[in-house]
Nanobody
Framework: QVQLVESGGGLVQAGGSLRLSCAAS????????MGWFRQAPGKERLFVAY????????YYADSVKGRFTISRDNAKNTVSLQMNSLKPEDTAVYYC????????????????WGQGTQVTVSS
């Protein structure tokens, strides 16, 4: 029903910034809540950030709170993740996801996933 494509990943030094973007197509974008997850090599995929359909409500993992900001532009069918003060621990493949369920931190609440984009933070 919806296709998601991430972009904006890359290699940065600790303390630097990156902005990830996710472009959606195929269905009414504003009907979905959106989330960002990440997965480091050999580890499970973890919740990073959530944004409601209207963009009014956001939630963040404790590990990124105060450093990352999620936003969406329903007119352009995009969701973004601004990442500041990056740490080596942020190194992972980052995925955007779309869903209609209410448990924002749970992978099972999201039915659609992008292909992922690599973020590498050097120390």
């Amino acid at each position: 029903q919806v296709q998601l494509v991430e972009s904006g990943g890359g290699l940065v030094q600790a303390g630097g910034s990156l902005r990830l973007s996710c472009a959606a197509s195929g269905s009414t974008f504003s009907s979905y809540v959106m989330g960002w997850f990440r997965q480091a090599p050999g580890k499970e995929r973890l919740f990073v950030a959530y944004i409601s359909r209207s963009g009014v409500i956001t939630y963040y993992a404790d590990s990124v709170k105060g450093r990352f900001t999620i936003s969406r532009d329903n007119a352009k069918n995009t969701v973004s993740l601004q990442m500041n003060s990056l740490k080596p621990e942020d190194t992972a493949v980052y995925y955007c996801a779309a869903g209609v369920r209410s448990t924002y931190y749970s992978e099972s609440s999201y039915g659609y996933w992008g292909q992922g984009t690599q973020v590498t933070v050097s120390s």
